[in-house]
């Protein structure tokens, strides 16, 4: 009798998993930022595994969603870290990878999945 939310998940395309937790996007927003692979990456992985859906449908999903910015609870977080949004932001590109991403107008992966 499970009804996923009606809206997805900000930085994947799911409406079903990891919903109980309004930092969640965080969590998965920051993991991206420090190892270039986000929520879209780990929710399509389990479903390619799963025989879901195929490599080039999660490929798609990834670069679509992977790294969107959790914006619907920014004012929460912000708030319940005591950051303004510029500290925020300074905190993360702290954590980027010179490895994993490289600047130019913004913030880039180097070797994003879609072009391998």
């Known amino acids: 009798g499970f009804t996923p939310n009606t809206e997805r998940s900000e930085g994947t395309y799911s409406k079903y998993a990891s919903l109980d ?4 996007g965080f969590h998965y927003y920051l993991g991206y930022i420090k190892f270039g692979i986000g929520r879209a990456t780990s929710d399509a992985a389990h479903e390619i595994r799963d025989g879901h859906i195929t490599r080039d449908e999660g490929i ?3 670069r679509r969603f ?4 959790p914006r619907k609870y920014l004012p929460d977080f912000l708030e319940y870290c005591s950051f303004t949004e510029n500290e925020f932001q300074d905190i993360v590109d702290s954590f980027r990878k010179p490895h994993i ?3 130019h107008d913004f913030w880039r992966l180097r070797s994003p999945i879609w072009q391998q």
């Open 60 to 62: 798609a999903l990834v």
């Open 101 to 103: 991403w490289e600047k």
């Open 21 to 24: 937790d309004c930092l969640d």
């Open 66 to 69: 992977d790294g969107e910015f």
